[in-house]
């Protein structure tokens, strides 16, 4: 369960001239409290004090998942806590602008009256880019449970199954395991490989498709992501070069990415390369996992990530396609470390033939 260090963290983060800060986003909510609910705010105080406001139908849990907050019950939970803040005195609370509709924003304003409502960026975003250890094991065992789901379903890869059978088969071997999917699965077969987001339908798979699975499970809230590619039956010769392209990719990036290296600059080496051995870029080369599956950093292009640093779990996934033939990604989520990437996801990255 998160503790006070957290909303503590945060109050350090303040300016000066901000009296508190108000968070509306649900995921940002769950980091700082534990809270699971569906609709909250919290009002976090420079002294580090926590109110939570929730409506009626999560009092119980509200208590059950906190610890040193305190907990308003009320329908409009945003406006509560504008309230709650002007009547305390407060003169200017920060909010969380990016994530706030216009409709929401036009009722802060009129519970704020004279209290000053003002954009203090992404806060708790940032707090979350490093990970704790408790945060980090929960990683780890959905990257586990990864690499278990890939190693069942390849047993049950064979021709005349199709791409929504083997999707459904993901999801299936994670539930098993006591996770859920971090995401809808990716599964493409032959020509629907070289689509980067494919939709898994009914097409079947063949002798001679290349396989692609893109996937990852979800444990205590916390992501994994990993992809594969392999071939049903023997690979052919433009396959292998291209699996042997994205392998070694996937290497040197993996083995970049330390502390100090800089996001955008991990991206553009791999986009070089990847142009320079005549093919077009599709995507970025990865991003933060956490209790999101895309959250900060990015490594793509025009990032604007700081450096690199410890404890900070990041995809490594670059890929090539061939429009109307095939692709090939090999992606795994890793921790930047001083020596190097640590691969939480292991599967083999060698080209499996079935």
């Known amino acids: 369960m998160p503790t006070m260090a957290r909303t503590r963290a945060l109050a350090a983060a303040l300016e000066p001239r901000v009296d508190g800060f108000l968070v509306t986003t649900l995921v940002n909510i769950r980091y700082l409290t534990g809270f699971t609910g569906s609709n909250a705010a919290v009002l976090v105080l420079p002294d580090g004090s926590t109110v939570l406001a929730t409506d009626g139908r999560y009092a119980t849990q509200a208590a059950a998942e906190t610890d040193g907050v305190d907990i308003v019950v009320a329908r409009s939970v945003g406006p509560e806590l504008v309230s709650h803040a002007a009547a305390a005195g407060l003169r200017q609370v920060g909010i969380e602008r990016r994530q706030v509709s216009l409709t929401a924003y036009d009722a802060l304003l009129a519970a704020a009256g004279d209290m000053a409502l003002i954009d203090a960026g992404p806060l708790v975003e940032r707090l979350r880019i490093v990970k704790d250890d408790d945060e980090l094991s929960a990683i780890a065992t959905a990257c586990q449970v990864t690499d278990e ?148 950093p990015f490594l793509v292009p025009g990032s604007d990530a700081d450096t690199l640093v410890e404890r900070v779990p990041v995809t490594v996934e670059p890929g090539v396609y061939l429009p109307g033939r095939g692709g090939v990604r090999i992606e795994d989520t890793v921790v930047v470390r001083a020596g190097g990437a640590e691969p939480l996801t292991t599967s083999p990255r060698d080209l499996i033939e079935i």
């Open 149 to 296: 789901v890939f190693a069942a379903v390849l047993s049950t890869l064979r021709a005349g199954v199709s791409e929504r059978d083997v999707a459904w088969l993901l999801r299936t071997e994670m539930h098993s395991r006591g996770a859920e999917p971090a995401f809808d699965s990716i599964v493409a077969f032959g020509p629907d490989s070289a689509r980067p987001h494919h939709q898994p339908t009914e097409r079947t798979l063949a002798r001679g498709d290349l396989i692609k699975m893109d996937f990852g499970a979800a444990v205590e809230g916390y992501h994994s992501d990993m992809t594969r590619t392999v071939v049903l039956g023997p690979a052919a010769e433009w396959q292998r070069e291209l699996h042997a392209l994205v392998r070694e990719l996937q290497r040197d990036a993996r083995a970049a990415t330390v502390t100090g290296a800089l996001p955008v600059e991990l991206d553009a080496e791999v986009r070089r390369r990847i142009i320079d051995s005549g093919h077009d870029v599709a995507h970025g080369l990865g991003h933060g996992v956490g209790l999101e599956i895309h959250e900060s």
